[in-house]
Nanobody, 125 residues
C-alpha cells in the first residue's frame, strides 16, 4: 500500500514563501498523477495543483496559478508556494492516483486513491 506523508507546513507571512513536500513510500511504481489539495475550516476540499507521472505535465487552479509551482522528483512531490495570501490558509493534502484516466479530471478527489494526513499552512496578513 502506498503511503504519503506531507511536511513543510507552518506559519508564513503574506507575500512570503513556503515549500511543502510529500514523500511516497511503498510500491511507488504504481503511482500515476499526483496532486495537492487544500481544505480550510468549514469549506470543501479544494484542488490546488497536479503533476503527471513523470513530471512532464502540470496543472494549477486559477487561484494559485503564477504563485505556486508543483514538481516531482523520484518518490517526492513538492509544492513551492510564493506570494502567499491569507486566503491560502488551509490544511494541505497530497494525493496520488493508481491508474491513468482518458481525461485529466485533476480536480476530482474521487480519482485519487492515496491521501496523506495533511499539513497545516497558516498565512498571516
Amino acid at each position: 500500500q502506498v503511503q504519503l506523508v506531507e511536511s513543510g507546513g507552518g506559519l508564513g507571512q503574506a507575500g512570503g514563501s513556503l515549500r511543502l513536500s510529500c514523500a511516497a513510500s511503498g510500491p511507488t511504481n504504481s503511482i500515476y498523477t499526483m496532486g495537492w489539495f487544500r481544505q480550510a475550516p468549514g469549506k470543501d476540499r479544494e484542488y490546488v495543483a497536479a503533476i503527471s507521472k513523470f513530471g512532464s505535465s502540470t496543472n494549477y487552479a486559477d487561484s494559485v496559478k503564477g504563485r505556486f509551482t508543483i514538481s516531482r522528483d523520484k518518490n517526492t512531490m513538492y509544492l513551492q508556494m510564493n506570494g502567499l495570501k491569507p486566503e491560502d490558509t488551509a490544511a494541505y493534502y497530497c494525493a496520488a492516483r493508481d491508474r491513468s484516466y482518458s481525461r485529466p479530471y485533476y480536480e476530482s478527489t474521487s480519482t485519487y486513491k492515496y491521501w496523506g494526513q495533511g499539513t497545516q499552512v497558516t498565512v498571516s496578513s
